[in-house]
């Protein structure tokens, strides 16, 4: 904040008392019962509900970490968890069912209801998340003359059939509602405005269709349909986006209430992107904008974003998955995202009586700033939203006869139309930062490697004149397939001078491959997550006599969005090798051979039986492409999360004693030169104590020596705070609607706790004066108290929390240079690494 902003924000603190106000999550907002719902709210039992909710997708974590997750999201605010439900991987063939291990569905649901949480129940069955084909089994593409997602006769009778199917299991186990479950909302399709058009009335008509069938099987709980202005009056229409405030035209009538089925958290990442990154003070203003006009749920997407294991991703997207989440990958805390969001729940329950019973009000005072509202005066219920929207300017609002500052883009709360309690850009939570630790007792490797074979045309099973499709032949079973031909060349073929080579040409629909002349590796290419097909064009060595020609070409996950998506194609279109004697010699019709998969999968290599196959020779340094590589490893110490990091590997895939972790891709770098992802999550729950077999399958080349598995930690924690900062929210309480103290004369103070059997190991910086900086990367100031780490450190040192009073009487009066008269208000920063008794 500059200079101006604190001295107009002490000018608020003088006009008003700005009090925090502390509210426990109420086990008695979980009332299961009929689901009913007017222009206000979703309303259960008779209970009216404002929904904080959060996405937890269970296939992207494990059963061992659901409990925490769930607990997690809870103590963070949230009475509500969302999640899709996958139908490819709980019918991958067709009519075999899978609700095991992590996908195991009804436990999962059992699990929210068990933390008294509602849950939303997102059922596609086309879910897009992000996920390998959106959702849908492959084998639909199979079934004749179906058309995804259209009004269909095929496409509907599947459609209908697993809905059922889901529907049906969710009533036997008592799941919903008004079974005394905890589902209160269910949602049929997914953003279908996206790609309505394409099918012209055959959409229109599956729109409705589509609610019909919904409704018609189980129509005891609301259903919804995300981002579908022309949703038919049996569902909901709700909002997907950053800002449905200034983005949602409003529900689809008007005695149904706004509801936001996805608040990004942040930006899923696709291989070859930049970090992705959302400020917890934008989310917090979006959530307070979309309930000061009228919303009554917001649903953050993600509020866990976990790990898109084994082949589950859909084009080009990251095994990682929405890391920036309140929860990050491995279920971590991610602060101080997690806290604040916490504190707007806390506030927003504070008002819910007022905002769900008084009569909306609405003033403009300018293009950017609006008071809205919601008053009962005769019940003295008056609650108020001050919000300015403006990117660069603060503003002074007259309220009430009072002045209230606002900075920009931040929304303040006023329970009782006088007290701010809240201040969307305002931060008073503790922040903190990750921190990767290679393991003591993990990273004591012998590697040994494999070479896959490099096949020829003769030995592949399936002959064609052309390429084949990829897709169609491997059905989503791998993500390989071999295309070989051969081709006899004279001296009078190869050109005529030897320092010109000719230069092989692939055309290909999609996502990469790997070249081989006569056993030789080429190169390797890929096309990107906006454009799947590419040209790859390299010189080769060619003979008199045969020359075989060896293409691996993959996907990297299938497209999860879009029309048509059962006429998605991918693999080789045309073979061309330019520069010879005679021009350009097109392959394309010269007779092809195709394998699906690769050997080291028919063998399943990653497993200790089938790794016994084949002969290993012992391996290090850079390595070939195609190569597998095995290796046994330790569990690593302590309980913290495990990852693995591939960072100077290539492309490829890991597994864990034979689970698949997921696709790993260094060498596709983002415009800032670095890869999209470099650490990938390793579950406790695959881990043996020791003797874990670790495989790599290594594609283009990489140095497998620099592999390292990490142990993953928040364990620095840190606070940042002006001393015209609020006190923290937890010295309020809420006692007959009277707002009171819990200390006498409270102040701001910074707070850091460290997680459960942890304490406070280090103080690793003090400044109080004019530091900068983030969480991690601290930089003193010109201008500092010599007290302030002496007084951290007597309240903290061996603590598992701690707070320290931002007061000059306490700390000291900052000294330095002339800095010192310029910031009439300082600040404290402090950072501290927190560990068990002994460090792990």
């Keep these: 904040m500059d200079i101006s902003y604190r001295s107009r924000f002490i000018l608020l603190l003088i006009t008003v008392s700005l009090i925090p106000v502390y509210s426990h999550i109420d086990d008695k907002e979980y009332t299961p019962g009929p689901v009913t719902y007017n222009a206000r709210s979703i309303i259960v039992n008779g209970n009216p509900i404002l929904l904080f909710s959060g996405s937890i997708h269970y296939p992207r974590s494990t059963p061992e970490m659901w409990p925490h997750i769930i607990r997690m999201a809870k103590e963070g605010g949230l009475n509500t968890i969302e999640t899709y439900v996958f139908w490819n991987v709980h019918e991958p063939v067709e009519g075999q069912l899978n609700f095991k291990g992590n996908y195991d569905l009804v436990k999962f649901i059992k699990l929210i209801a068990e933390n008294k949480l509602y849950a939303i129940l997102r059922l596609g069955p086309f879910i897009q998340a992000e996920w390998n084909l959106g959702g849908l089994p492959f084998w639909l593409r199979d079934v004749p003359d179906i058309i995804f997602r259209s009004y269909n ?130 989310i917090a203003f979006s959530v307070a904008r979309f309930f000061m006009n009228n919303g009554s749920m917001t649903n953050y997407y993600m509020y866990h974003g976990g790990t898109n294991f084994g082949r589950t991703s859909s084009s080009f997207v990251t095994t990682r998955y929405y890391d920036e989440a309140p929860l990050d990958e491995f279920g971590l805390i991610r602060e101080p995202k997690w806290s604040h969001l916490r504190d707007l729940h806390r506030t927003l329950r504070l008002v819910k009586e007022p905002f769900l019973l008084g009569t909306q009000k609405i003033q403009h005072i300018n293009k950017f700033v609006q008071i809205i509202t919601y008053e009962k005066p005769e019940c003295n219920l008056c609650v108020a939203f001050l919000s300015n929207r403006h990117k660069k300017i603060h503003r002074t609002v007259q309220f009430k006869g009072k002045n209230y500052f606002l900075p920009r883009r931040s929304v303040a709360i006023l329970p009782d139309c ?214 046994h490893f330790h569990t690593p110490e302590g309980n913290n999360p495990v990852a693995i990091k591939m960072e100077r590997m290539g492309k490829g895939v890991i597994w864990v004693n034979g689970y698949n972790l997921g696709r790993y891709w260094e060498n596709y770098r983002s415009p800032l030169g670095a890869p999209s992802q470099t650490e990938y999550h390793i579950p406790r729950s695959f881990l043996k104590p020791k003797n874990n077999l670790l495989v790599v399958y290594e594609e283009s080349g990489g140095t497998i020596d620099g592999v390292v598995i990490n142990t993953v930690n928040r364990d620095i924690i840190c606070s940042f705070m002006y001393e015209d900062y609020p006190p923290n929210i937890d010295k309020w309480k809420l006692e ?88 009439k208000f300082k600040r404290l920063a402090i950072q501290v690494r927190c560990a068990k008794k002994k460090d792990e």
């Excluded at 049996?234 to 005695?255: K, L, Q």
């Excluded at 096949?455 to 390989?480: C, H, Q, R």
């Excluded at 004066?769 to 951290?792: D, L």
Aim: glycine share 8%; proline share 7%.
């Design 736 to 823: 007959g609607g009277v707002l009171k103290s819990i200390v006498d004369a409270p102040k701001p103070e910074a707070q850091l706790t460290c997680d459960p059997g942890k304490f406070i190991k280090e103080i690793q910086f003090v400044s109080f004066g004019n530091p900068w900086g983030s969480c991690g990367t601290y930089i003193q100031g010109t201008c500092q108290s010599p007290n302030a780490k002496q007084v951290v450190r007597k309240a903290c040192l061996g603590k598992n929390s701690c707070r320290v009073p931002i007061d000059r009487a306490i700390l000291g009066d900052p000294g330095g240079d002339g800095s010192c008269s310029q910031d």
């Design 153 to 282: 006769e095929p496409y509907m009778t599947h459609m209908k059939r697993y809905s059922e199917m889901v529907i049906n299991m969710m009533k036997k186990e008592k799941l919903f509602a008004p079974e005394g479950g905890p589902i209160i909302l269910a949602q049929i399709e997914n953003e279908y405005n996206h790609v309505q058009e394409s099918y012209r009335e055959k959409g229109t008509q599956y729109v409705k269709w589509a609610a019909d069938m919904a409704t018609g099987l189980y129509p005891d709980v609301p259903w919804i349909m995300c981002k579908q202005k022309d949703a038919p009056p049996n569902v909901i229409s709700t909002c997907n986006g950053r800002h449905c405030a200034d983005t949602f035209g409003g529900p689809n009538g008007p005695n149904k209430p706004s509801l936001w089925t996805e608040n990004w958290t942040a930006q899923y990442r696709v291989f070859g992107d930049p970090p992705s990154q959302r400020a917890a003070e934008d």
């Design 418 to 631: 006088k007290t701010v309690v809240f201040n969307t850009e305002l931060i008073v939570s503790q922040h903190n930062s990750r921190s990767f630790v290679p393991s003591k007792k993990a990273n004591k490797f012998k590697w040994e490697s494999y070479r896959e074979p490099i096949p020829i045309s003769k030995d592949l099973p399936v002959m064609s004149k052309t390429p084949l499709e990829l897709t169609s032949m491997t059905k989503d079973t791998t993500d390989y397939m071999w295309y070989s031909t051969s081709l006899h060349l004279d001296s009078d073929d190869l050109p005529m001078r030897p320092d010109i080579l000719p230069v092989i040409q692939i055309q290909s629909l999609g996502d990469a491959l790997l070249a081989f002349v006569n056993g030789e590796y080429i190169g390797f290419g890929h096309g990107s997550f906006i454009e799947k097909s590419f040209s790859f064009s390299k010189p080769v060595s060619l003979k008199c006599g045969v020359n075989h020609i060896s293409i691996l070409a993959m996907t990297v996950g299938l497209p999860n969005s879009g029309a048509y998506m059962e006429k998605r194609f991918s693999g080789i279109r045309a073979v061309i090798l330019q520069g010879m004697s005679s021009g350009s010699l097109d392959l394309t019709l010269n007779q092809w051979g195709h394998k699906v998969g690769i050997e080291g999968e028919t063998l399943q290599l990653y497993t200790e039986e089938g790794s016994k196959k084949v002969k290993w020779c012992p391996a290090s340094g850079p390595g070939t492409p195609i190569t597998w590589y095995k290796t």
